[in-house]
């Protein structure tokens, strides 16, 4: 018996390269098949006459473009979503932070409170998003009618009828459905962080703002930038909020890229404009992701 | 091929409905799907009833004729359409249905699903190529003429065995252009005025207001007294680009011509801009900038609104909620203007069969039974759908005259006898085609007044900006072939 005999033959399931494209599969295959293709179906649309009712494809060069950059509720629109974005995501940071240092504290019912701050972030967009309507109602809103029993109004706010308070509406929804997605990616961060370095700050006589500015916060920097980014990209690709709440009215105050993208491509029928709107939010998206991932490799690193 | 429908092979016989059911558990599943996805959808019907008015005598209910088909028929028929704003139509159609089935030999199915989430289920079969053999949508749907059959041949059999169809019914649903029928048109709801009898009684108008100058008059005043607004929308939603319309073509506006071209920008639709800007001053509030096509029902039934413009809906919606309330609604019909008195119809049937349809004969016949038992649908939808067919239902007047869901007075709706010269199409006075459609869907009209009216351009610029974005769809369909002009 040779020593070579008593060693089992090493199989498929023993390379390492293998098991892990075996095991990638799965997430590629579902990757180009939900992402990859109607990224690439999108394309093909901007560049084409197809609409609702006729799917056949007659290449129009960049005609959709130029009609569409011709259109004022496009600008309208791309402004909209700018500023939709930007304050969402600085809301989103600030809030997740705060409420991401109240979770890592002790207390009692701890896990009572991570429950109910997690409901936003679990609850189906769709529905969560009916209710803040009701909640917002001209006529019916509970806001309302307790901002009036407090003495705080004479009359309905009317949130959802005037640009004003109509885009603060819409913002709001956006920030308390994505503040506990961002507070759980700070929590993460805020536990990482050794307890020495805080009991050591504490010795020196830095106190809690102290601590906060010069010790926690430079130490999870990172996370914040992670869970800003992740905020802005899911806000800007975002239609569901503003579609349900106001319908980008009153005259298009709220109207946001992908809620025009889907009234010009699905409602009003021309698939080609349509796709040519939703196709701006690539660019941006696409350096948006190139900031998450270096944030993330950068964490890795340390 | 009209052929196929004028050699019936059978006579025509009354027919009792069966009391089994099609498809329920498909229908909920689909219910609480769309509940989910669609979320927008749950507040978008005009005020859908939860429990409607019941009959006075239930022996009213007409009774349902039987032709056997051109030819023998087989297979299945997949049916994809709205629910219902009056559920009792939904039941009663589904039985109908499945008892037509079981007539001919077809295994029929049908899926309600909200019609908010209708357009976009269509879009997504008729890109797939694969989906329902018949598909209904309350609202025009001519941009999908390039992939459904050419329908004439069935319009030619029903105006030879009803006589002439309704111009409205046919202006929704003939391309002039192309010569061809999109679709079929049997049916239609018209858009009156709904009012709050008490409240105008109280500033001398009990019959409400029969003019566009009326309204602002009693409105303004009924808000300088009681703080209730006048409720005509000026949201992005459906009732808000009614409302539009109707305004619109009272002051002698219109977005097209007969021969479908843009003549939107006109001192007409300036003066009608300038009328929208002070009926918001004086007689409205912010709150119709947001509102859901449910908001103005709600807001009626609530004493919120002293006058708002919908179909029937809000009103069945209150007598089955609160009878008090239910009789406090009266009707008017079109609001007279400087030029006309004209509304949008509310609610126009389009029945549609892709190209793909595994059994386009089955769906042709279905739709001529359906038809020809339109006194059942008017009846079971409680008088919300009337006949584009006018002859089909030969007791219509007498139920509006005496209405058999029990409305106080009997006569209420009387004033709908002669809907049919106070309503038009939604493109009048030219055809609806999928330019006027893409402005109806993406509420150039309701923005042109509402900027007006908030003050944020002068009505003359707002019309020049409406101008701009109608023309260019414009240009876009006709650069398909789709749009004449």
């Known amino acids: 018996m040779t020593a070579g005999s008593g060693r089992p033959k090493a199989g498929l399931a023993d390379r390492d390269g293998f098991l892990a494209w075996v095991m990638l599969l799965p997430s590629v295959v579902y990757i180009i098949a939900l992402v990859g293709v109607p990224f690439l179906l999108a394309i093909a649309f901007a560049f084409s006459d197809v609409t609702t009712g006729d799917p056949s494809f007659d290449f129009v060069g960049f005609g959709n473009f130029a009609e569409v950059f011709d259109d004022g509720v496009f600008w309208r629109s791309l402004r909209n979503t700018l500023f939709f974005t930007l304050v969402s995501m600085v809301l989103i940071v600030v809030f997740g932070k705060i409420l991401a240092n109240i979770l890592v504290a002790d207390f009692h019912g701890k896990w009572f409170v991570r429950f109910l701050v997690l409901l936003p972030w679990t609850t189906p967009v769709a529905l969560s998003t009916v209710s803040w309507l009701w909640f917002l109602d001209s006529i019916f809103s509970p806001v309302d009618w307790v901002l009036r029993n407090l003495g705080l109004i004479d009359a309905n706010v009317v949130w959802l009828g005037r640009p004003g308070t109509a885009m603060a509406s819409v913002i709001a929804v956006q920030v308390w459905r994505l503040t506990p997605l961002a507070a759980v990616i700070v929590m993460a961060g805020l536990v990482a962080i050794p307890r020495d370095i805080n009991e050591a700050a504490r010795i020196d006589g830095a106190g809690f703002w102290r601590r906060m500015f010069e010790v926690t916060i430079p130490l999870t920097l990172p996370v914040i930038a992670v869970a800003g980014l992740f905020g802005a990209i899911m806000t800007f690709t975002d239609m569901t909020v503003p579609y349900v709440l106001t319908r980008g009215g009153p005259t298009h105050a709220t109207d946001v890229l992908a809620s025009w993208a889907y009234f010009r491509g699905i409602e009003g029928g021309d698939v080609g404009q349509g796709a040519a709107i939703a196709l701006f939010l690539f660019p941006l998206l696409f350096a948006g992701a190139i900031a998450i991932l270096r944030a993330v490799r950068r964490l890795e690193a340390r | 091929m009209a052929d196929r429908f004028s050699t019936p092979r059978g006579g025509t016989t009354p027919h009792t409905p069966r009391t089994d059911s099609v498809g329920l558990s498909r229908r909920g599943f689909l219910s609480s799907t769309a509940l989910a996805a669609g979320a927008y959808g749950v507040l978008a019907g005009c005020a859908s009833e939860t429990s409607g008015p019941q009959a006075k005598n239930a022996g009213n209910a007409p009774k349902e004729v039987f032709t056997s088909p051109a030819k023998k028929l087989g297979g299945s028929l997949s049916i994809l359409m709205w629910s219902h704003f009056v559920p009792r139509h939904d039941k009663w159609?589904?039985?109908?249905?499945?008892?037509?089935?079981?007539?001919?030999?077809?295994?029929v199915r049908v899926d309600h699903i909200n019609t908010v989430d209708v357009p976009r289920r269509a879009a997504s079969e008729i890109q797939a190529g694969r989906g329902h053999d018949l598909i209904q949508h309350i609202a025009p749907f001519s941009q999908y003429e390039p992939s459904v059959l050419d329908l004439s041949d069935l319009v030619q059999e029903a105006n030879r065995r009803w006589g002439q169809q309704l111009e409205l019914c046919r202006k929704s649903s003939y391309n002039p252009n192309t010569r061809r029928f999109y679709c079929y048109c049997p049916g239609w709801s018209p858009d009156p005025g709904d009012f709050r009898k008490s409240m105008w009684a109280d500033v001398g108008m009990p019959n409400?207001?029969?003019?566009w100058d009326d309204l602002l008059r009693g409105a303004a005043e009924i808000k300088k007294r009681t703080g209730v607004p006048c409720g005509i929308g000026l949201s992005?939603?459906?009732?808000?680009?009614?409302?539009?319309?109707?305004?619109?073509?009272s002051f002698g506006g219109a977005v097209q011509d007969e021969n479908e071209k843009v003549v939107l920008n006109s001192d007409a639709t300036v003066a009608a801009v300038e009328y929208m800007a002070r009926l918001f001053k004086d007689a409205e509030t912010s709150e119709v900038f947001s509102w859901t096509p449910a908001s103005n029902n709600q807001a009626l039934i609530a004493g919120k609104s002293s006058y708002i413009l919908n179909s029937i809906s809000a009103w069945r919606t209150a007598m089955g909620t609160n009878r008090k309330i239910g009789d406090d609604i009266f009707f008017v019909p079109a609001l007279r203007g400087p030029k006309a008195a004209l509304a949008a119809q509310h609610v126009i049937q389009q029945w549609i069969v892709p190209k793909y349809a595994g059994n386009a004969d089955a769906a042709k016949e279905f739709l001529l039974h359906y038809t020809a038992n339109f006194p059942a649908v008017t009846f079971h939808s409680e008088l919300y759908d009337l006949p584009g067919w006018p002859s089909l239902v030969p007791q219509l007047h007498g139920w509006l005259d005496n209405d058999p869901w029990g409305a106080k007075p009997a006569n209420k709706l009387s004033l709908l006898k002669t809907a049919t010269s106070w309503s038009a199409n939604i493109g009048y006075p030219g055809p609806s085609n999928p330019a006027?459609?893409?402005?109806?869907?993406?509420?150039?009209?309701p923005t042109m007044f509402g900027r007006a009216a908030r003050g944020q351009t002068s009505p003359r610029q707002a019309v020049a900006e409406a101008e701009g974005r109608a023309n260019a769809i414009f240009k876009n369909w006709r650069s398909r072939g789709l749009v004449g002009g």
Not at chain 2, 436 to 445: D, M, S
Request: hydrophobic residues 45%; aromatic residues 12%; proline residues 5%.
């Open chain 2, 236 to 249: 992005p939603e459906t009732d808000s680009n009614m409302a539009a319309r109707a305004l619109l073509w």
């Open chain 2, 208 to 211: 409400g207001p029969t003019t």
């Open chain 2, 93 to 107: 159609f589904d039985k109908f249905v499945a008892d037509w089935g079981k007539k001919v030999g077809v295994d």
């Open chain 2, 436 to 445: 006027i459609g893409e402005i109806f869907n993406t509420n150039v009209l």
